[in-house]
């Protein structure tokens, strides 16, 4: 058992600490409700059958069904009040696990294996809701209520009682040898399975132009075969396991019942004990099997949830952080420098002693042929890596010191690539700025020569992307990016590669706009086009061996 675990597991219980404690007694109350429907059974073979009583026996009737509809409406209650209690961890779990997502650095997810991280998120994190369930609504009142009834047992017949004692040592051993079984490798193989499972899928979807263009179809559909018979054989032997689990502890409870009840028959022949006491005693142990069978029942659960917990635990431990945890909110007016900056990815040097200033208004371009470390630039500029030597400013405020967060809510960025999501246009112009105004929108469109063609749509700002923007071209997918980088009125826009999907005049005419903007904001361009870069104040020229210098 993964005990750090299970520490950062209960921590998201202590705040409602005393709804589970409720949620606990009312769950125990509710099982405990029908233990008198025990001692009625033999009041009424012991008492009230051998006298012909017809009223008692129906006053008896009527006690047990009372109990019986106490008990149910309890069992809602409690039902409800542990299923607020468990969503609420899980939501708070699920929450924590986001949240700590948009912590990691960005070389952390250049790195990671996102279909992996996504589906640790959303499945381990289901398991772990099913196993929260197990735990307060099934295992921990059932475990309370069974030992209150096997005293109850013990007092019915102590004799009887002790024939039951006898089923624990192999109850036991069974749990032993099924928990220890490879130390649940085979649950741990059903989840990886799954997870290939789910990542293949992800694949499947997000290739598919890959897949026809190479025209993998067949090889794709071989591979996810591959995947989908090993989630076959991965959870038919889980379940065969639990079935086998379930079998046999059924069994061990069922050849103890049959024993009592051979012997209890013989007692009550032999006068030792009533036959009221004898049905009264079965009346408990079906009361106690139910609670057993429902520990049994909860015990795969809970094994398979701990499995996800110590997942989900290593998650929220990554030893990974955004490069700056500065908290100073400044007023940013578009200015930025970098001084004497390094930058290395790995062991592969980028940038040498990189000097750059931006000026509150400034227009300046950076050219430079493909992979020189253009973008770079912009990435250091944004905060997503740290330089290993130098520092970079604003104003007079170093990164370190400053909220990056802030920062980058008065910096406009278009990068080569934009980023479209499957929405509306209107969604993907506003994202990031939810409560703008219709004015305000068309007015960034225009600003980025977008609203022309937006308006000559049939459904205008409404009209659907689809995936990754592909219902629209290159071009306008590059307008759109760059409307929603002036929705924000950014003191600072960057603008890499504008020209890889507008035509001349389009440039031009975007140019002639960004000049004219209110504000006046600073405009950084990564451009190969030096026509381009011929509209900048200052043009800077990043060379091969990472040096930066006025062209």
């Not at 051993?173 to 649940?184: A, E, G, H, Q």
């Amino acid at each position: 058992m993964n005990r750090k675990a299970w520490r950062y597991y209960l921590r998201f219980y202590r705040a409602s600490y005393h709804r589970l404690v409720l949620t606990i007694l009312f769950s125990i109350l509710q099982s405990l409700i029908v233990l008198p429907v025990a001692f009625l059974v033999r009041y009424a073979f012991d008492q009230v059958i051998p006298q012909g009583a017809t009223a008692g026996l129906i006053y008896v009737g009527l006690i047990m069904l009372a109990l019986i509809i106490l008990n149910s409406i309890l069992t809602l209650l409690t039902r409800y009040l542990s299923l607020n209690q468990t969503k609420m961890v899980i939501r708070d779990i699920r929450e924590e696990l986001l949240v700590r997502c948009y912590s990691f650095s960005r070389s952390f997810y250049g790195k990671a294996d996102l279909a992996k991280l996504h589906a640790s998120i959303v499945q381990d994190t289901q398991r772990l809701d099913i196993m929260s369930n197990a735990i307060i609504s099934l295992f921990m009142p059932s475990l309370i209520v069974a030992v209150v009834i096997f005293g109850v047992l013990i007092y019915i017949s102590p004799a009887l009682s002790l024939i039951m004692v006898c089923t624990i040592p192999p109850l036991y051993l069974m749990n032993r040898i099924f928990v220890k079984n490879k130390r649940l490798n085979w649950i741990r193989a059903s989840h990886r399975s799954f997870e290939q499972f789910s990542k293949g899928v992800l694949f499947v979807l997000q290739m598919m132009d890959l897949t026809r263009i190479q025209t993998a179809e067949q090889i794709e559909i071989s591979r996810q075969k591959k995947y989908l018979e090993e989630v076959r054989l991965t959870s038919q032997s889980n379940a065969f396991l639990f079935a086998v689990y379930h079998s046999i502890q059924n069994g061990i409870l069922a050849v103890s019942g049959i024993i009592i009840l051979i012997a209890g028959g013989m007692a009550v022949g032999s006068g030792r004990i009533t036959l009221g006491s004898l049905v009264s005693f079965y009346v408990a142990m079906s009361l106690m099997s139910f609670h057993m069978r429902n520990i049994v029942s909860s015990i795969p659960s809970i094994l398979e949830g701990t499995e996800s917990l110590s997942t989900l635990y290593d998650l929220a431990h990554i030893d990974d952080s955004t490069p700056y945890s500065g908290n100073h909110k400044i007023m940013f007016d578009g200015n930025i420098a970098l001084r004497e900056v390094d930058f290395s990815y790995e062991n592969e040097k980028i940038l040498r002693s990189v000097n750059l200033t931006i000026e509150p208004g400034n227009k300046v371009s950076i050219i430079g042929s493909n992979g020189v470390g253009k973008s770079t630039i912009v990435n250091l500029i944004l905060g997503f890596y740290r330089p290993q030597k130098g520092l970079l400013l604003t104003g007079e405020h170093p990164y370190s010191d400053i909220d990056i967060i802030h920062l980058r809510q008065n910096i406009g960025v278009v990068m080569q690539n934009p980023i479209m999501f499957p929405g509306t246009i209107r969604e993907n112009i506003v994202y990031g700025c939810p409560d703008a105004s219709p004015e305000k929108i068309i007015r960034a469109s225009k600003l980025a020569t977008a609203h022309e063609f937006i308006d000559a749509l049939p459904e205008k700002y409404e009209t659907l992307m689809g995936e990754k923007g592909i219902r629209l071209s290159g071009g306008q997918c590059q307008r759109i990016a760059i409307a929603r980088a002036l929705l924000r009125q950014p003191k600072l826009l960057i603008l890499d590669e504008p020209t890889n999907h507008l035509d001349e005049a389009s440039i031009n005419q975007l140019m002639h706009n960004l000049k004219s903007m209110e504000g006046d904001p600073s405009i950084l361009i990564i451009t190969q086009d030096r026509d381009t870069a011929k509209q900048s104040d200052y043009v800077y020229v990043l060379h091969r061996d990472g040096r930066l210098a006025l062209g």
